[in-house]
């Protein structure tokens, strides 16, 4: 049982992840929401919470925290992490994002009726570009999730990967949201955009619309770019390997 827990609780973490963060953005963007409109401030702070939810509890399964693939990634590059491994844990991870997409559905189940535009539904789900540049929508994804693992890595290497490490890694991705989120929506996180755009396909959702699938590989090959890089840099400027 002890050999599968880190990927139980990457699944549970990272569909915590998904309730609450893509939650928030249903809740701001559904019609008849208490939280309509709440904006992009109440967007960015209730992801950087879902960061630290997640964190925790796949943490406290047994995992290791990353709910996200790039985190495997970068262990294969740079802490020699098997392959294989790293593949269970994204298909944990990706497995658990749409268990969370899934949840939202059910917990907004009133309001999809409710809200009569397809992409305010489908963007409760996944992102989208606010300017359609496929060149620029890619830089965007991998410097955002350069800054992720960079950074990420630094706080762990000064000693704190302990109790602080969940809510400094929320504060971090509460930065990226509102220095760099706002042109592609801040994937960061192939899982967290794969994962329910694939429930946005298959859930019976009142009156949805596409999934943009044209778009969907900006938020996959974006951040593994980018995190390769960040865990390279890291490696050699921040851990000294």
């Not at 399964?61 to 491994?85: C, E, H, M, S, W």
């Not at 009133?110 to 620029?136: F, G, V």
């Not at 930065?175 to 994962?195: E, K, S, V």
Request: aromatic residues 10%; contains cysteine; glycine residues 14%.
């Amino acid at each position: 049982m002890n050999d599968v827990l880190p990927f139980i609780g990457e699944f549970i973490g990272t569909a915590v992840l998904i309730l609450l963060g893509n939650g928030v953005v249903a809740g701001a963007l559904l019609n008849k929401s208490k939280a309509q409109n709440a904006g992009w401030m109440a967007i960015t702070a209730g992801w950087a919470f879902a960061v630290m939810a997640g964190v925790y509890t796949a943490k406290a399964v047994g995992a290791p925290g990353y709910i996200n693939p790039v985190g495997p990634l970068a262990a294969v590059l740079t802490a020699g992490l098997q392959v294989d491994k790293a593949l269970m844990f994204a298909a944990a991870e990706i497995a658990g994002a749409f268990v969370g997409a899934t949840l939202v559905w059910l917990h907004y189940f009133p309001h999809w009726a409710e809200t009569p535009d397809p992409e305010l539904k489908r963007a409760c789900y996944c992102t989208a570009p606010a300017i359609r540049h496929l060149p620029a929508n890619v830089f965007g994804e991998a410097l955002a999730t350069f800054v992720l693992v960079f950074v990420g890595t630094a706080i762990v290497e000064k000693g704190i990967n302990g109790a602080l490490a969940a809510p400094l890694g929320g504060a971090l991705v509460w930065g990226i949201g509102l220095g760099l989120g706002a042109t592609t929506g801040y994937a960061i996180n192939p899982a967290r955009d794969l994962g329910p755009r694939l429930a946005h396909a298959i859930l019976p959702i009142t009156g949805k619309g596409g999934g943009d699938w044209g778009y969907a590989w900006v938020p996959i090959v974006g951040p593994f770019v980018g995190a390769a890089a960040g865990a390279l840099a890291a490696a050699k400027l921040v851990t000294g390997a």
